[in-house]
């Protein structure tokens, strides 16, 4: 099976711009998990999106956002970009919500100028 | 509230030899699950070992192994025979069982040296 694929790679942005980070799931994976990752904070949870649904959130702002197709893509927004943004962003997927191992994409790095 | 502890910020060890890589959580929750994740330089993170609250033996994963103490609320990886690719960062990671997101350690970085 293909792992889970994340697009772009790599990303720069100015402030104040928006962008969209896309994830692809293991095939048969239904749950989608978002994390950003930076030097100072670790790796923080964003979302848990699960069959289209949001399941849970993390503490970060309303300017994050999210949502996942029908056939478990995932999308994530950051409007009104700022310097802080400038991280790491992963997507795992795991074939069910609750205690299976997850797996990881290679990352989206955001650098925010 | 749920808390992932990993007291070793950088830890090294000889090729070759086994290491043991500190976790230690809190949870109220009966219910949870406990991971191990290796990051290497290039930012992947690599799925290595999960343990279930309710496993009554520890996990193995080839020369992974996860050292569960439960009444210690303690989840140590122990890597037999260090390679110099084990070289990366390390996080310990729980998710609850009524919970929908998994929260991380800060990482350990283990240098195996040749």
């Known amino acids: 099976k293909a792992g889970v694929t994340q697009t772009p790679r790599y990303l720069i942005k100015t402030r104040g711009q928006q962008v969209t980070l896309s994830c692809s799931p293991i095939s048969g994976h239904r749950s989608v998990s978002w994390y950003q990752q930076t030097p100072g904070q670790g790796l923080q949870f964003l979302f848990e999106?699960?069959?289209?649904?949001?399941?849970n959130k993390g503490n970060f702002p309303g300017r994050f956002s999210g949502r996942q197709f029908s056939n478990s893509r995932s999308e994530m927004n950051v409007s009104t970009l700022e310097l802080g943004d400038s991280a790491l962003y992963l997507c795992a997927s795991r074939e069910a919500s609750g205690n299976y191992e997850q797996y990881f994409g290679p990352g989206t790095r955001l650098t925010v100028t | 509230a749920q808390k992932i502890t990993q007291t070793q910020p950088g830890m090294f060890v000889q090729e070759k030899e086994a290491v043991t890589l500190d976790c230690t959580y809190d949870t109220s929750d009966q219910s949870y699950g406990l991971f191990w994740y290796k990051q290497p330089s290039s930012g992947e993170m690599i799925f290595l070992i999960y343990q279930g609250s309710y496993d009554e033996q520890n996990a193995t994963e080839g020369r992974y192994s996860l050292n569960f103490q439960k009444a210690r609320k303690s989840a140590n990886l122990v890597i037999s025979a260090s390679q110099l690719g084990d070289s990366a960062m390390y996080f310990c990671?729980?998710?609850?069982?009524?919970?929908?997101?998994?929260?991380f350690g800060a990482g350990t970085r283990l240098f195996v040296k040749a």
């Open positions: 990671a729980m998710r609850e069982g009524r919970g929908f997101k998994t929260i």
């Open positions: 999106y699960f069959s289209e649904t949001q399941r």
